[in-house]
């Protein structure tokens, strides 16, 4: 009887020791692809379009997300669009499109989400260009023209914030600058404010996550697979395999720091970033501030569903510049 008891703890502790290695194992593959870029090829859809097998098979081998490119021109922009380079930290060096009003003119530099490029943000740089700003289009590392191959979902790309608003300060004389981003755009930009100090004149925040952690369980919600221990492994080894403290990182943490007017617009609907964690991070930044839902609008671009109502906002917050200086 005992020879059968020991048996059995022996065999429970040696399933409890491969299912721990498994899960680890698993988690760090998803890890690996969630923060590192392959090839187009066999590109993971999105989880609300993934069949019962689609999402097994996602959960279990892995996703596969390509880096992001795009065949546009600057032209498309503006023919008066020029290219530029921006060294950032860590030998990243930014691709990034510039129209210029003239330096009277306040500077909008626009910053776009994960899994995306600064040609998404387009449309949004049109219509600045329409109510008479400059705009500095910006890719972050790893995506579209710039260097590398990976994303720290919002902490390293803080330094790419950093270092293209010193070279439209630096380089391009601009100083009126109202910084844009939409979920990890705004999430960078808020980093940069609190980690780093930069002092921009208004700021546009767009579908910001409260904490890395829960858009990361956000996802596991939209594959309907519970998200612990999942969630927790996955924070785990993205932050050991990026040298970053994935836990730490957290919008709702930055914001107290902003020292300037600023906007921030969430999509009732939006199944990645909940729009009560929005109202989170939109409670802790200071006056003056502004908080914008879009009724029955999810993860997705505000101005192409209320184009009326994002123009006003946003011109409402340029104005607030013109009074700061």
């Given at each position: 009887m005992k020879?059968?008891?020991k048996r059995l703890v022996v065999g429970l502790l040696a399933c409890g020791v491969i299912g721990f290695v498994g899960l680890n194992v698993l988690a760090s593959k998803h890890a690996y692809a969630m923060m590192n870029y392959g090839?187009?090829?066999?590109?993971?859809?999105s989880p609300e379009s993934l069949s019962f097998s689609e999402k097994a098979r996602a959960l279990f081998c892995g996703v596969s997300i390509p880096r992001p490119v795009s065949d546009r021109r600057p032209d498309e922009l503006a023919a008066r669009c020029v290219e530029l380079s921006i060294e950032s930290t860590d030998g990243a060096?930014?691709?990034a499109w510039y129209v210029s009003q003239g330096e009277t003119r306040p500077l909008v530099i626009l910053f776009h989400g994960y899994k995306a490029e600064k040609t998404a943000l387009l449309s949004e740089a049109r219509a600045f260009l329409e109510l008479g700003a400059s705009v500095l289009l910006v890719d972050f590392r790893g995506s579209g023209g710039s260097s590398e191959s990976y994303t720290t979902v919002g902490v390293d790309e803080a330094d790419d914030v950093v270092a293209s608003l010193r070279l439209a300060q630096e380089q391009l004389g601009q100083s009126r600058i109202i910084l844009f981003g939409q979920s990890m755009g705004?999430?960078?930009i808020l980093r940069a404010v609190h980690t780093q100090g930069i002092r921009p004149d208004a700021v546009i925040v767009e579908a910001v996550f409260d904490s890395l952690f829960n858009?990361?369980?956000?996802?596991f919600e939209l594959m309907h697979a519970p998200s612990f221990p999942g969630a927790q492994l996955l924070m785990l080894w993205a932050g050991r395999q990026q040298h970053v403290n994935s836990f730490a990182h957290k919008p709702v943490d930055y914001a107290a720091s902003l020292t300037c007017p600023s906007l921030f617009m969430h999509g009732s609907a939006d199944p990645r970033a909940k729009l009560e964690e929005g109202r989170r991070?939109?409670?802790a930044a200071p006056e003056p501030k502004t908080f914008l839902i879009f009724e029955a609008v999810g993860h997705e671009s505000y101005l192409s569903t209320y184009p009326d109502e994002w123009k006003a906002a946003v011109s409402a917050l340029?104005?607030?510049t013109d009074r700061t200086r």
């Open positions: 020879k059968i008891k090839s187009a090829e066999g590109r993971t859809r060096t930014l691709a705004a999430a960078a858009t990361v369980c956000n996802r991070v939109f409670d340029i104005a607030k």
